[in-house]
């Protein structure tokens, strides 16, 4: 287990402040692998600057019971190494002060942690799922087994929408100051996403709450950028190898490469996030759609036609000539024209970064997992912008193949005749539509009265339909690795 006393000296980054004097004025819902690389990472970055004491309460609703575990044994202490291409370097991330898990701990403590009026934060990463919401964003779902278990017993929530609400109506009832609920999850508008799904959840269960929510609450957007792999046994080797022997089960590996966009709209005060590099702005949305296009689009365009042709990482991809001029087209040919980015935004060199960034041999991120979840990312990351190019005219081609690579993968066997482990929220609809059609126009039919993927829109256009059924018929016939070549070479 990690100690902070017997690290190597070789490890420079670690805690130089008193952990002792930290006050835990965030609570995060969802310590998973992307917030110890990155919001967690900043706020112990600050801390180190010396001017900050601000610290942060780990809180998971479900599952994370043996990180949780592990977590507490070390002292919330835990490894972050950053690899890059040639080099790599360990951090020891300090910024943890407590943890709270609902299953050890009960929801009850976690109610009344996030009512303590001390907590003016509570951020977020759950992902798109943990909001609850219809496909779509049209509004909170409450058919959602938690949304409607949250609604008959609001003192024992189950969903993150249905904790936030209970602590703010604690909050509410004891006289005190709302706190900021702070998305920092990959997805458009993050914030409103948040917003929608509290005040929808308020309202169902008290409008008065939901009013004293929208007047005294804020739900700032952000965008958040670094790669984090999912950590493997390779990966906590990798870490205790640099720790000199001490394994620490916490421990994340991720890219050099951080970025973290916030709009600056909180209740009170805040972290200075801004001295170690985060970015506070009046519009996230630039930011987030350049993202969620170019980098995220991108990602899945990987995914799907990488794992199609047995490519298990995206920097495997980028070993194939093809795949990266494919990927780089894709990017500024037809995701850069949609979008409408500050002055000082360069797409071109974000671009290349990207590649640079996805070409890394030094981090494994594999394909099958990008590829997860596909039903709820694909209308941001490919399909707002096959709308922005139906309505200009102009070229799509290279998205219609990411969508034709999805439809081949979720018919659930890989180019070379193997099974695929389908992950994602349809994925009984999925697997009935498949089991239903035959392969090739009649998959790609089935596919495309998935409303609540692609709209009542996109399947009726013709130019749409057709070119997604053109590369289906050739990914099938031709597989993907030989269908990208053969629009490069």
Known sequence: MLNLSNTP???EHKPLYDREKMVARIVHIGFGAFHRAHQALFTDRLLNKGNSDWAICEVNIVGGEELINDIRKQDHLYTVLEKGATSKQAYIIGSVKESLLAPIDGIEAILEKMADPVIEIVSLTVTEKGYCMLPGGAGLDLNNQLIKS???????PMSAPGVIVEALYRRMQRGLKSFTALSCDNMPEN???LKKAILDLANARDPELAQWIETNTTFPCTMVDRIVPAATAETLTEIQDVLGGM???CGIACEPFIQWVIEDNFVTTRPNWNEVGAEFVDNVVPY???KLRMLNGSHSFLAYLGYLAGYENINDCMNDEAY???TLSL???QQAPTLNVPPQVNLQQYAEKLIERFSNPSLKHRTWQIAMDGTQKLPQRLLDSIRWHIKHNSDFSLLALGVAGWMRYVGGIDDHKQIIDLRDPMVDELKKLVTASDDGIGRVNALLTLDAVFGSDLPNNSLFKDKVTQHYLCLMENGAKQTIQDLFF
């Open 331 to 333: 990017m500024l040919q």
């Open 247 to 249: 394994f620490d089960p």
């Open 288 to 290: 987030e759609e350049m």
């Open 324 to 326: 990266k001029q494919a």
């Open 150 to 156: 949250d609604l008959s017993s609001p003192t024992k």
């Open 191 to 193: 914030g409103l996403v």
């Open 9 to 11: 000296q070789s490890i």
